[in-house]
DNA sequence: CTTGAAGCTCTAGTGACTGTAGGAATTATC
DNA sequence: GATAATTCCTACAGTCACTAGAGCTTCAAG
């Protein structure tokens, strides 16, 4: 049996973090010792790995509830939770994309200014207010 | 004189945000009809598209605040708001190197799983449960 | 048996808004 | 000029995934 901060140290997951996680309900609520403090088993740090390895791969609280909540139905079919996954990596590509459009525009805007001018003559303060300026739509 | 509800509907910036700007300090607090509504002229309707542009860029509030800071020292040198421009590109290359490490990640665990298993064979909850099916770091 | 570390609950703060409640002002219609 | 509809006001709660702190209790080592 672990104590909360062993479970810590044994995850890289802090501590208030852990029990935010208990609050949300992705670990089941732990155990007690005598003095109400939480008491972890060897499930529970595989369930806590698993929850951390989700949360660092981008996907957010309802959907690591929902993927617990499917795996614990290991004969059930496997459609839900790729297309769980499916979906994020579409959300992440669309992120990407995004991004790269700013990229690209705040790369144009940057490098028609290289400091040594006044206020009046920058680019970065002249394309920030003058979207006419752009080449994109962000 | 533009009430703060037209300000909106020329800039598509919403009422509420127009009001949180300006708690922000990022426009000055606008003068007030004899019935303490907010009265708006073209110079305030410039400022908030340069606010919005900015934020569509991604920039944050308080590289605003600093950005609107500096352009009204039109005789100054540009090096501090060409710095801030830089600096934020920096981060957004940096959110894009991360995402696109996730994006090969996902994809790799998407696409060894069409959905047509089991969970206990899915491929998708074993590579969350362990870290170590992954290719790289996150 | 003392002491210091680690645990407990509860609350508030992060960033950039968005939404709501309850009331006052303005504008439009008659 | 009365009334109705819209817009405006302030102040506060909620979003997301934590993180930090206050004030108190329990545990483990010496
Ligand atoms: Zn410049
Ligand atoms: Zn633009
Ligand atoms: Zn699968
Ligand atoms: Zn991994």
Redo the contacts with the bound molecule.
């Keep these: 049996m672990?104590?909360?901060?062993?479970?810590?140290k044994r995850t890289g997951?802090?501590?208030?973090?852990?029990?935010?996680?208990?609050?949300?309900g992705l670990l089941k609520a732990?155990e007690?010792?005598?003095?109400?403090?939480?008491?972890y088993e060897r499930s529970d740090l595989e369930r806590l790995a698993f929850?951390?390895h989700a949360?660092d791969l981008g996907?957010?609280?309802?959907?690591?509830r929902e993927l617990i909540r499917l795996s614990e139905h290991s004969q059930q079919p496997c459609a839900d939770a790729d297309r769980i996954a499916a979906e994020h990596l579409a959300a992440v590509r669309e992120k990407i994309a995004r991004l790269r459009k700013l990229e690209q525009e705040l790369d144009r805007i940057v490098s028609h200014c290289d400091g040594g001018h006044s206020i009046e003559e920058c680019y970065v303060i002249r394309a920030l207010s003058d979207h006419g300026l752009c080449e994109g739509e962000h």
């Design positions: 672990l104590s909360i901060g062993s479970l810590s997951v802090k501590v208030p973090t852990i029990r935010y996680y208990e609050q949300m732990a007690r010792s005598e003095g109400n403090q939480r008491r929850i951390r949360r996907l957010d609280i309802p959907a690591i």
